[in-house]
């Protein structure tokens, strides 16, 4: 495919106050293909208009979007790969789940490696209100 982009969360330059009057790391979609930023109805070289977000999963949901457009009417097949997760101490599945929900990120490396393999678009989501318990020790 021709003119895909390459997206990566990246911070924004600078920092933006928040409601309380502190600091806040804000989060923007940058195409790494042509270093242009996502508005929130296409890209542009201008920084300053670039659509903040408070967390990179926050930016990863519109990432997802703006890319599957680039792939409309392209075949698709679905996968699943087991993730462990393991618990010490204490602590409700569901609360384990909300937690990880807000405290993790999954990563891609497409400034290394692309989109996907031969011309795909890889897109891996973790449903984490799907986990459910398989031991308890």
């Known amino acids: 495919m021709t003119n895909v982009p390459v997206l990566q969360a990246t911070p924004a330059f600078g920092l933006h106050e928040n409601t309380m009057g502190k600091a806040a790391i804000r989060f923007c979609i940058q195409n790494l293909v042509n270093e242009t930023v996502w508005t929130g109805h296409g890209f542009t070289s201008d920084w300053s208009k670039a659509l903040l977000y408070a967390s990179p999963n926050e930016a990863c949901k519109d990432m997802r979007e703006i890319m599957m457009q680039f792939y409309d009417g392209a ?63």
């Open 75 to 137: 075949p698709v097949t679905v996968y699943e790969a087991p993730v462990r997760i393991e618990v010490f101490g204490e602590a409700d599945m569901l609360r384990v789940a909300q937690w990880l929900s807000k405290a993790s990120v999954l990563k891609l490396r497409t400034d290394d490696y692309g989109n996907g393999p031969d011309g795909s678009l890889v897109l891996p989501v973790i449903h984490w209100a799907e986990m459910v318990k398989v031991s308890h020790e």
